[in-house]
């Protein structure tokens, strides 16, 4: 049974930001050499989110201000996931909304379209390993 | 290792429907010969959701209500989206919460309750393929 | 190819509870005896959750509060399908944002951070292995 893992690291230089790993998966799909199975991508951080949708500005826009609506970052005293001294308290909520992972069946030839990652920067690389 | 894949295509008459597709996905997994594994049920077109609920209609009026109130249809040029010549930004939005793909355990005798397919009917047999 | 399969049943003394199961699936995933594949942990109800993300009391406290607003319990008129003689239609709406089941990559060593389990109350016992 072929399979292969691989660890990716992202970082975005504001809160919030979209990042299309689309052609990154599909490259480690081809050098795995599978050519029917399952392919697994979750965000190892709790703030972010893996998501299948169009790479388009305007969407993305779109859900910025949607996700701002459904939980806002502010004020940050509202949650009281804060007072551990953190103001990411939305983040977590936002990304219950977007998803942690997709799963897609990787054929050979075949291609996810617009997978995307949205990633909180804060805390990035210092913890995207740990969960 | 055996598996089996199958593209369903589906056609609703109105921009948002439900479609119970489980009788479908057991007949699909009886006729993979699988007796354990994993079957990964995910919708190809990114306005379409798949998610595992009752197929009771007092439910899917609910969800109607519900996914309009947090991502209303109208007005359309409330979203950056729309600006490309279409109309659906609410579905990715509504697809979000929907969620995107169902996994469940296949074996033998094992019947997932309640499977529905949300399916946008704008570009559906032209687009369902692409993701 | 190896594989375990465990039917896991949860009692939370209110409608809503929270219960991290990491515990628990670090040790069936050691059971198992797999050092690489995947793990798919779902909820077999259908108003129950199985997501990932911090055991933090007051991050709970927020999920609450967030899925109170976004999806009200009361008046429980207002959802056609508590005339089905349940009151249980906030929870349907709820669990779609929460997510129903998570995958992971099971590694050994690898230790997923926080998964938790938002169980209603009712009709645990009876339905939990039914959908």
Known sequence: LKSLTEHLWFEVPNRRGFVNITPKIEELVHR????????????????????????EPGLHHDYELWLEKLAPHAPTTAYRHNRTGEDNADAH???????????????????????????????????????
């Open 32 to 55: 795995s050499g599978v050519s029917e199975g399952l392919c697994l991508v979750n965000a190892m951080h709790i703030t972010a989110s893996v998501f299948i949708n169009d790479d």
């Open 93 to 131: 909520l936002k990304r219950q909304i977007m998803g942690r992972c997709r799963n897609y069946q990787g054929q050979t030839g075949f291609r996810p379209v617009g997978t995307n990652f949205l990633r909180r920067i804060r805390r990035a690389t210092a913890e995207a390993g740990a969960g």
